[in-house]
């Protein structure tokens, strides 16, 4: 799945140092996640990854992640594949502006967090497309 930006995603990954890697404060490593992409910087990300390294984010005192997977779904209309309508989108929008609110006074970053499961995953990070 591209979530968009193409070269301008993959340089936006995070890497982690070496020093990063021993102090565990490297969001993770390349292997771990299928995307990433800094959507405000120092802020706000979009990330694509396994059950496993989402638990390990949500693990963090640093990072708030959050997962819309199963909160807004698509009902399809006879089988089609189509976008998410607006209210579901304003009320993503609602959160995200909550979380955006709250993680500021608490000095942590938001992690929007899709799974691999690819009848999720189209949806779940459609609203932080441009």
Partial sequence: MDIGGGPQVRQSLQMPSSQQQQQGSAFFTAAECEQFSSVIP?????????????????????????????????????????????????????KLQRKLASAKKLHKKIVHVCGTDERYSSYSGQPMRP
């Avoid at 694509?48 to 209309?77: G, P, Q, T, W």
């Fill in 42 to 94: 120092g802020r706000l990300y979009l990330v694509c990854c396994s059950a496993d390294v989402s638990a390990k984010l949500a693990a963090r005192k640093d990072v708030h992640s959050f997962n819309i997977d199963k909160e807004f779904v698509y009902e399809n209309f006879y089988n089609d594949f189509g976008p998410l309508n607006l209210s579901m989108l304003y009320r993503y929008c609602i």
